[in-house]
């Protein structure tokens, strides 16, 4: 594995393995076992989109990794004033051992990666997270104590998240539904890598307009924000239009009994889910938040160590 970009991207071994791994390094990290397998390594952090969650766990993943993580706002670098992304590719390539990238457009990241000679750690863009996807399965795992066979229903936007979850659904062997009001669905292209995936490993894959049907019978539930960075000008429409896309208590009911409740926050509260459901007694979310880091360090660590 010689970049991070998309869970589509990986073996279903790798992707095991990324899994297996972070969980050993959280251990370690709770026992207070130093693991400095990064030592005298740097990442290069370029943040285009404004964090919290992202730029926390990846500064303090790479402290922990015994290396050194460098922030790098887009706005302070040449890459804002018009640079190339060729040339800051070559350049990175020749101070730093890692490149970490949270931005807009996709294809930054595969540019990067196509032009640089080091790891590139796709942190986020508008079309995959898959970071949080890793994050997300590994906290399922760590409730339910398996993911093959288990059932994760998306409601909302088919976006970025939704994207991501699919690709590491299908690797997982878990059965996803996911539930977009017309005209917000996720993308084909997903849809159908995702399905191709899928039947290497038996899982099952719903594309639906209709929540409760994508929520009956999941062991995990999920929901994203109904309007993502760069959508602020598009809100009051989406609020209509995904208002019946609301992951209420009564929705959660379609779900199991033990079902649990995830989201990558940040939430709000009253329009994608409400209170009783994210502040709930089955919420896990910030397990899931937490596991940002050791997922994160796994990565890290597997591409980036000697």
Known sequence: MKHFISIHDITTEEFHALLDLAIRLKKETKAGIAHPILKGKSLGMIFTKSSTRTRISFEVGMYQLGGHPLYLNANDMQLGRGESIYDTANVMSRFVDGIMIR????????????????????????YLHPCQAMADLMTVYEHKGKLEGLKLAYVGDGNNVAHSLLYACAKAGMHMSVATPKGYACADEVVENAKADAKETGSRILITNDPEEAVAGADVVCTDTWT????????????????????????????KEDSVFIHCLPAYRGYEVTEDVIDGPRSIIFDEAENRLHAQKAILATLMAD
């Open 228 to 255: 993502s960075m760069g959508q602020e000008a598009e809100k009051a429409e989406r609020v209509k239009i995904f208002k019946d896309y609301q992951v209420n208590a009564a929705l959660f009911a379609k779900a």
């Open 103 to 126: 931005t807009f457009a996709h294809q930054d990241v595969l540019d990067l990666a196509k032009y640089g000679t080091v790891p590139v750690i796709n942190a986020l863009t508008d």
